[in-house]
């Protein structure tokens, strides 16, 4: 059944990439806005049925579909790499940015707002941040993982070198200090607060009132560009790797090279923030932690979308559909259990207090947990980690728990039954 819908929708898309019209103004759908989520969508499938069902011939229908619908975004010309990474998420118009395929806009004068800044005011307390796993997998400036890098103490992962050796978006995206407004990691996201706001809530105002509750007036970008070539470059690999495509430097440059040289903003140069090397097929970056089983350009590509939509739509859809779920295990994967580097003494030494003690702890560069006991604050340096956090319940190879697909309620089973029908589980899941 899955196949015979997919084939409709594969129908319904390429219709549509040729019958929606150009253009009906600004906020209406278009021609390229539809191939910019068909790029999306097609991209999609071509995973599953490469990686769930090991259908290649499938793979290739909507792994070409995507390329073909990139390749329209890209080639209308209408679309650029031009703004600085924070604004694309901290203006009040969109309007006529080149970066943004589709945004939505949102207006006070209609009561249309949003709470999305409001998570990043850094003056409300979260339990949420960045992993020690994410941080880690920003690459350097030289283009190259940490562990290979060229760049003076890239194996210093306090965020103010951070931000000087790693990819610029890895700036746009936090707080330039640790803070304990973030219980979860000790590193803030700042990705969605306007930098003029963030610099005026650290200096110790409290946030405008358009930056608290449900009153947020941004604009968003639903679909932006650097999807587009990522989706792109990203089909045209896979199906590189299936033996009915090529992919070239040139492709590199129009996309991954493309987003790398987005410009910085004067903030951000301040802090001695730099453009990411652009990669190069003839030299990809010697990761010591690639998954063996996804080829090195493959994998830069995966990590480029995950510095790029962070914290945003997609992580998880995204492993679902690599089959990867895997690297959500937190028995097999530590670093997702810890957050933020942080030297407690010399950077937030008032955490350091008896009620602290037996709840703070540290991961250290060599994986030693040294947790507070009152007197030990001078040694707490490394990954935070909470002494509560567990790690996430068994969910692979689990008999009758398939994680990649959603099963039917056992309410809607009980209701066909009842009426003389059988409602067939999910793959995976038990039918009764």
Known sequence: ??????????????????????????????RYVVAGFVSRIALHEGSWQKYYYNNNERATKFFQLAEEAGNMVISSGRYDIVTDFRTLFTSNTLAGNRDVVLYRHYDPAVNVLHSVATYNNLSESVAFGPTTDLIKSFIAVDGNAWQNSTE?????????????????????????????????????????????????????????????????????????????????????????????GSINQGDIDLSINKIRNRPLAPEAIAKGVKKTAPLSLADLPDDPNRDPSVPALLWEIRRERRMEFAFEYGRYDDLK????????????????????????????????????????????????????????????????????????????????????????????????????????????????
Do not use: C
Request: proline residues 6%; glycine residues 6%.
């Open 321 to 432: 559909r690599w089959k990867k779920l895997a690297y959500m295990d937190t028995e097999a994967e530590k670093e997702l259990l810890s957050g933020g580097w942080v030297n407690f003494s010399a950077e937030l030494p008032g955490e350091l207090i008896a009620a602290k003690v037996g709840q703070i702890s540290v991961v250290t560069a060599n994986g030693t947990t040294i947790v507070y006991d009152g007197s030990n604050g001078a040694q707490l340096k490394g990954f935070f980690r909470s002494t509560t956090t567990n790690g996430r319940l068994p969910f692979l190879n689990i008999p009758n728990v398939n994680p990649y697909l959603t099963p039917v309620g056992r309410n809607q089973m009980d209701d066909y039954r009842n009426r003389g029908y059988v409602l067939t589980q999910t793959e995976g899941w038990p039918q009764q």
């Open 152 to 244: 003076p103490n890239a194996a210093d992962f306090s965020i103010a070198n951070m931000i000087q050796t790693r990819d610029s978006r890895l700036e746009a995206t936090f707080y330039d200090k640790p803070t304990n407004k973030n219980r979860a990691s000790y590193w803030y996201i700042n990705k969605f607060l306007p930098r003029s706001v963030a610099a005026s809530v650290a200096a110790g105002n409290t946030p405008p009132a358009e930056f608290t509750s449900n009153k947020n007036e941004t604009d968003y970008p639903v679909f932006r560009y650097a999807e587009a070539l990522l989706n792109w470059i990203e089909a045209k690999a896979e199906l590189s790797t299936l033996g009915t």
């Open 1 to 30: 059944p899955r196949n015979e819908v997919m084939d409709a929708v594969y129908d319904d898309l390429k219709f549509a990439m040729t019958n929606v019209r150009l253009s009906d103004g600004d906020q209406y759908v278009n």
